[in-house]
């Protein structure tokens, strides 16, 4: 990482780049290495239980105690903490070695009264759906599929059926603890919200939402079932519980919760060979074992539709996230603002081929408040994103990305217009089919103008720095 005139980097999920033992310094001393060794193995019986599993060795995971400019107080230096959280505020550090089993499964296919079933057991990995249960990609800067796939690891089981035409999914254990040999929890889980995440001149929010109002989810539930509608679309209906060992308030009141019930469905529809529709909704209330604390502003509904025109693509969609929903999903972004709620409004993109080596994206993102009976943000506060970049292949090994991003906060009575940048430069070169190398230059600019809450973590109002990532990634 680098600084700019004496002022860091930051990243997408809003770490400090360009500092080092308290000051602000230029490229080649905020330096950081990380490995990571990820060994597969698996049984060969051709009949029979099968099983596998992954073990992992590396320095991907943790944090060191140190101290950072602008801040009173010693702060944690993260490689990238565990694979589920973002670290907003917290420089790039390596971590100690680490060695842990990211999966290890026995799956076997049997019958009971009748009903053939799949059953898998061991530490495993599950996702439902990006407003359900999907991890979120938590490194934006490093590709690995045990890190990027939107799996949930936990220890426990799946149970797979086919009943007629429907698929029914059972799965289920504990969603904690899945610890290291230094005894950091891979992917912990939080779920659940009890008031808006964000009133202006307050803080803003930056990463992931882990505000005190969420609660850390010790096992799970879940019931998943598909059904096919003719052969054009499906329909997906979930019912998920995430249960907590502990409590956490809820806003206005007394009351307390200690478990998440998610519910709601996703549409899925082929209008013709080239246009495709997805629908959904859900909804995430809070409870106190079996009685209701929270049923109101707390769900999410979307649509999109997505046409393929051959040389290019084209996709729209509108959605209305409400302040209180807090599934344990992954739907995206804007800036900074990871899995953002208490907005509506609309998406879209379009990508062209502009020959066969050179291809350019264009997409946006354009909210306001949902200005609900709990909301932080009205009708008069915006939120609006635009991306764009250009990918080109120079010859058969090397591919060029240009790219940027930028972000603009419009809220009401506000002095000024915060606002987030970034440029990036990026080059990846393929040297065969088991192993790629990748750099990427990436530039920063925000400024929160002054306004009361715009100030980063750790960083403050303005952050024009950036940083300078490499990986190189070999399968064998």
Do not use: C
Not at 131 to 137: C, G, N, P
Not at 230 to 236: F, K
């Amino acid at each position: 990482g680098y600084s700019e005139d004496e002022r860091p980097g930051v990243t997408v999920d809003g770490r400090p780049v360009g500092v080092k033992n308290g000051n602000t310094v230029g490229v080649g001393r905020d330096f950081t290495v990380l490995h990571e060794m990820g060994i597969n193995i698996k049984g060969t019986n051709e009949t029979g239980p099968k099983w596998g599993g992954t073990l992992v060795v590396g320095n991907t995971l943790g944090s060191t105690y140190d101290s950072f400019l602008l801040s009173s107080t010693p702060l944690d230096r993260v490689a990238f903490g565990n694979q589920s959280s973002t670290w907003s505020g917290s420089p790039f550090e390596e971590g100690n070695t680490d060695v842990w089993w990211q999966t290890l499964w026995v799956q076997y296919d049997t019958s009971l009264w009748g009903q053939n079933f799949s059953a898998t057991f061991g530490r495993v990995g599950h996702q439902v759906g990006s407003y359900f249960m999907k991890r979120s990609d938590n490194s934006p800067y490093f590709k690995n599929e045990r890190w990027d796939n939107g799996d949930w690891y936990f220890d426990g089981g799946i149970f797979d059926f086919s009943i007629g035409s429907a698929d029914l999914t059972v799965f289920g254990g504990r969603q904690s603890e899945r610890f290291t040999t230094s005894g950091i929890d891979i992917n912990p889980m939080m779920a659940g919200r009890s008031g808006a995440p964000f009133f202006p001149g307050d803080d803003r929010p930056v990463g992931k939402s882990t505000d005190g109002n969420s609660i850390y989810i010790d096992q799970h539930l879940g019931f998943q079932l598909g059904l096919p509608l003719t052969d054009r679309g499906s329909l997906n209906l979930n019912y998920l519980i995430f249960d907590s060992n502990s409590t956490a308030g809820v806003v206005g009141s007394s009351d307390v919760f200690n478990r998440v019930v998610v519910f709601g469905g996703d549409f899925n529809w082929k209008v013709n060979n080239r246009m495709k529709l997805n629908a959904g909704y859900s909804q995430s209330n809070l409870m106190l074992n079996s009685d209701t604390r929270v049923d109101e502003d707390n769900s999410a509904w979307w649509a999109n539709l997505s046409y393929d025109g051959g040389n290019w693509h084209a996709w729209a969609g509108y959605r209305s996230i409400d302040p209180q929903f807090n599934a344990p999903g992954s739907w995206g972004r804007v800036g900074m603002y990871w899995n953002p709620s208490d907005i509506e409004g609309f998406m879209g993109g379009i990508g062209f081929d502009l020959s066969s080596n050179t291809s350019v994206h264009v997409g946006g993102q354009w909210y306001v408040g949902r200005e609900t009976d709990m909301s932080g943000l009205s009708k008069d506060d915006k939120l609006n994103s635009l991306s764009a970049s250009l990918n080109h292949r120079i010859n058969s090994n090397w591919k060029l990305m240009l790219g940027g991003e930028w972000v603009e906060w419009d809220l009401d009575g506000a002095p000024a217009k915060p606002r987030e940048r970034w440029y990036r430069v990026g080059l990846n070169h393929d040297m065969g089919n088991n192993t790629k190398l990748s750099f990427m230059w990436e530039m920063s600019d925000y400024d929160g103008k002054g306004v009361s809450g715009f100030s980063l973590p750790n960083i403050g109002q303005r952050a024009t720095g950036g940083f300078l990532t490499t990986q190189v990634s070999i399968r064998f």
